[in-house]
């Protein structure tokens, strides 16, 4: 009997092994240079010369790397998840592209309503006769189906006298361009019968015969000869709409506005800073809130921590026109930090020795941020002879120098980059970090391990303070460039939206604060470019943010009931080593 050994499996190759080892690298890096090949061939239209005719190019070309890098982190940090990530942005899109062609199923309505012209033209000699709506060769117009109009009109019917032998030619058309109404036009005898009727013109009737006419939608009957005297009739309505021309013009106002939403920012180099110069502060309260977060601590304090530090570093900007800006603009991001680090500070003593709730502590927190921020404005800022609350505009020293020629895109991309290192290392690299990810895990047994939990959940929420004061230092310093009212416009609280998105994973913050930021920017140029209402925009979204963090706040609140679960399961073995059996 012979025994066959089996043979072991080959060794997989050094080239093989290597690139299973590094796939998730290899597929970011692939998908980060794509990005910013694809963005930059927008941006320029494919045109080299164009790109370098460009101010400040160069940096135009370094941030779009950077916005590469984030998607290269994403994907190496996420892994899997980064596809259900993706996944969920394209339903939520293709959500958003339904709703909005349902709500542009009245975009054929335009060729119902407008002002229109009628009028018969003749060769021949107009008779003058009482009674008649109309004479050989005089316009008379008005408007179809006029919106919010008791009684709006919806056909005419126009008298004319005309004698045998006339050789009339009707013609019933919109008033100009910005009219889109498709009429049709009928020649009726005096009992009413039609005698002729058309629906459309000709081009060269548009072109070369009639100077009146604006499309081939207008309606022309052309050189029809009276069969005897008396009095006719000009009737003239718009066309009948089909479902086809319906569904046809809902589907092409959907596509346009989409192409405005998912294109629009990065048409042009001004549409593009608003994009980056969005995501940067929403990338710092995204950070500000995922620091906290990873230590269980629902704050959201942001808000506050935002104004207190454009306050200070506001203070400063106007209180020092003649310090160099070399000092001065380091100054600022030193006490703007300070100054969210303090105001974080507050609420993080509240609940390590204190016990107080972080989510209504901080809440509250904010309300007084905002209003002693609106006092110090009305009262000490604001200049005497201003006609709107505002502070004076900061001068060229205290504002953060501009990277981008024609955009607010600053240094503070530069402070993010260092912001979000910091960052990582913090969480990752240091003892603090490992007590914040351990008091996120399990509070009862970072107690266990010796770990000072009050000290740790205070520090956590002054370091996301931090963070959120540089982000109000960024929209004071480097976008507005003074101090005003509602200065962020509640955009603290859509770092939340961010951080979860990124499943409190810093070096995903990024990356899921351009593609917030970008929804916001296309969505304000889907409202200016495709004509779609106010009102649509943020319903699509709504839509698109509901369903891209429904999965993250699952996963988050899940993750938190298991920990819940494993301190109550902790406690219950306690008490019975406790009691007497």
Same mark, same amino acid.
């Given at each position: 009997?012979?025994?066959?050994?089996?043979?072991?499996?080959?060794?997989?190759?050094?080239?093989?092994?290597?690139?299973?080892?590094?796939?998730?690298?290899?597929?970011?890096?692939?998908?980060?240079?794509?990005?910013?090949?694809?963005?930059?061939?927008?941006?320029?239209?494919?045109?080299?010369?164009?790109?370098?005719?460009?101010?400040?190019?160069?940096?135009?070309?370094?941030?779009?790397?950077?916005?590469?890098?984030?998607?290269?982190?994403?994907?190496?940090?996420?892994?899997?998840?980064?596809?259900?990530?993706?996944?969920?942005?394209?339903?939520?899109?293709?959500?958003?592209?339904?709703?909005?062609?349902?709500?542009?199923?009245?975009?054929?309505?335009?060729?119902?309503?407008?002002?229109?012209?009628?009028?018969?033209?003749?060769?021949?000699?107009?008779?003058?006769?009482?009674?008649?709506?109309?004479?050989?060769?005089?316009?008379?117009?008005?408007?179809?189906?006029?919106?919010?109009?008791?009684?709006?009109?919806?056909?005419?019917?126009?008298?004319?006298?005309?004698?045998?032998?006339?050789?009339?030619?009707?013609?019933?058309?919109?008033?100009?361009?910005?009219?889109?109404?498709?009429?049709?036009?009928?020649?009726?005898?005096?009992?009413?019968?039609?005698?002729?009727?058309?629906?459309?013109?000709?081009?060269?009737?548009?072109?070369?015969? +009639?100077?009146? =006419?604006? *499309?081939?939608?207008?309606?022309? &009957?052309? #050189?029809?000869?009276?069969? $005897?005297?008396?009095? /006719?009739?000009?009737?003239?309505?718009?066309?009948?709409?089909?479902?086809?021309?319906?569904?046809?013009?809902?589907?092409?106002?959907?596509?346009?506005?989409?192409?405005?939403?998912?294109?629009?920012?990065?048409?042009?180099?001004?549409?593009?800073?608003?994009?980056?110069?969005?995501?940067?502060?929403?990338?710092?309260?995204?950070?500000?809130?995922?620091?906290?977060?990873?230590?269980?601590?629902?704050?959201?304090?942001?808000?506050?921590?935002?104004?207190?530090?454009?306050?200070?570093?506001?203070?400063?900007?106007?209180?020092?026109?003649?310090?160099?800006?070399?000092?001065?603009?380091? +100054?600022?991001? =030193?006490? *703007?930090?300070?100054?969210?680090? &303090?105001? #974080?500070?507050?609420?993080? $003593?509240?609940?390590? /020795?204190?016990?107080?709730?972080?989510?209504?502590?901080?809440?509250?927190?904010?309300?007084?941020?905002?209003?002693?921020?609106?006092?110090?404005?009305?009262?000490?800022?604001?200049?005497?002879?201003?006609?709107?609350?505002?502070?004076?505009?900061?001068?060229?020293?205290?504002?953060?120098?501009?990277?981008?020629?024609?955009?607010?895109?600053?240094?503070?991309?530069?402070?993010?980059?260092?912001?979000?290192?910091?960052?990582?290392?913090?969480?990752?690299?240091?003892?603090?970090?490992?007590?914040?990810?351990?008091?996120?895990?399990?509070?009862?047994?970072?107690?266990?391990?010796?770990?000072?939990?009050?000290?740790?959940?205070?520090?956590?929420?002054? &370091?996301? #303070?931090?963070?959120?004061?540089?982000?109000?230092?960024?929209?004071?310093?480097?976008?507005?460039?003074?101090?005003?009212?509602?200065?962020?416009?509640?955009?603290?609280?859509?770092?939340?939206?961010?951080?979860?998105?990124?499943?409190?994973?810093?070096?995903?913050?990024?990356?899921?604060?351009?593609?917030?930021?970008?929804?916001?920017?296309?969505?304000?140029?889907?409202?200016?470019?495709?004509?779609?209402?106010?009102?649509?925009?943020?319903?699509?979204?709504?839509?698109?943010?509901?369903?891209?963090?429904?999965?993250?706040?699952?996963?988050?609140?899940?993750?938190?009931?298991?920990?819940?679960?494993?301190?109550?399961?902790?406690?219950?073995?306690?008490?019975?080593?406790?009691?007497?059996?």
């Amino acid at each position: 009997m012979t025994v066959q050994k089996k043979q072991a499996p080959a060794a997989p190759s050094g080239d093989s092994s290597f690139v299973r080892k590094h796939l998730l690298l290899i597929i970011g890096a692939v998908a980060g240079i794509i990005v910013t090949l694809f963005v930059t061939n927008t941006l320029f239209d494919g045109s080299l010369e164009k790109m370098t005719d460009t101010p400040t190019w160069q940096n135009v070309l370094l941030v779009n790397a950077l916005v590469g890098g984030c998607i290269l982190l994403f994907v190496v940090e996420l892994k899997r998840q980064a596809i259900r990530v993706l996944l969920t942005v394209i339903v939520a899109l293709l959500l958003g592209f339904l709703v909005t062609f349902v709500f542009n199923l009245d975009s054929a309505d335009r060729f119902r309503r407008g002002e229109f012209r009628a009028q018969v033209i003749s060769d021949a000699e107009p008779i003058e006769t009482d009674g008649v709506d109309l004479e050989y060769n005089k316009r008379r117009g008005g408007e179809f189906n006029k919106p919010n109009v008791v009684a709006p009109v919806s056909e005419i019917a126009w008298t004319f006298a005309g004698s045998e032998g006339d050789v009339v030619s009707l013609l019933a058309y919109a008033k100009n361009r910005r009219s889109d109404v498709n009429v049709l036009v009928e020649l009726r005898d005096a009992s009413g019968a039609v005698l002729e009727q058309a629906t459309s013109a000709t081009a060269r009737q548009v072109e070369e015969i +009639f100077d009146d =006419l604006v *499309s081939v939608r207008d309606a022309v &009957i052309e #050189g029809y000869t009276l069969p $005897a005297d008396g009095v /006719y009739t000009l009737y003239s309505r718009p066309e009948e709409i089909d479902t086809g021309t319906v569904l046809s013009e809902a589907l092409n106002q959907s596509q346009l506005a989409f192409e405005a939403l998912l294109l629009g920012p990065i048409e042009r180099v001004n549409r593009w800073g608003v994009w980056i110069q969005d995501a940067i502060t929403l990338i710092l309260l995204g950070m500000s809130f995922a620091i906290v977060f990873r230590a269980q601590q629902f704050s959201l304090g942001a808000e506050g921590q935002l104004y207190f530090g454009a306050l200070v570093s506001g203070i400063i900007a106007l209180n020092s026109p003649h310090v160099p800006g070399v000092i001065l603009i380091p +100054f600022i991001i =030193l006490a *703007s930090a300070t100054a969210g680090f &303090i105001y #974080g500070l507050i609420p993080g $003593a509240l609940k390590a /020795y204190l016990g107080a709730n972080e989510l209504v502590s901080t809440l509250m927190l904010n309300v007084i941020a905002t209003r002693f921020f609106e006092m110090v404005l009305n009262f000490q800022l604001k200049p005497p002879d201003a006609g709107y609350v505002a502070s004076e505009k900061f001068t060229a020293n205290a504002v953060l120098p501009v990277i981008v020629e024609n955009t607010q895109v600053t240094i503070a991309v530069f402070i993010l980059v260092i912001v979000v290192l910091i960052s990582w290392l913090l969480i990752r690299r240091t003892p603090l970090g490992y007590e914040i990810r351990i008091i996120g895990s399990n509070l009862r047994f970072a107690d266990y391990g010796g770990v000072n939990s009050k000290r740790t959940i205070m520090l956590v929420m002054a &370091i996301g #303070g931090i963070v959120a004061g540089l982000a109000g230092m960024h929209l004071a310093n480097g976008i507005h460039r003074q101090l005003i009212l509602n200065i962020s416009f509640a955009l603290a609280f859509e770092g939340v939206v961010v951080a979860l998105l990124a499943r409190l994973n810093v070096l995903v913050v990024p990356f899921t604060g351009l593609l917030y930021a970008y929804l916001r920017a296309g969505a304000q140029f889907m409202e200016r470019d495709a004509n779609v209402s106010f009102e649509v925009v943020r319903m699509i979204q709504a839509i698109i943010i509901l369903l891209i963090t429904a999965e993250a706040l699952v996963t988050f609140f899940q993750a938190r009931q298991k920990r819940a679960d494993i301190d109550e399961t902790g406690h219950a073995v306690e008490s019975l080593e406790g009691a007497d059996v």
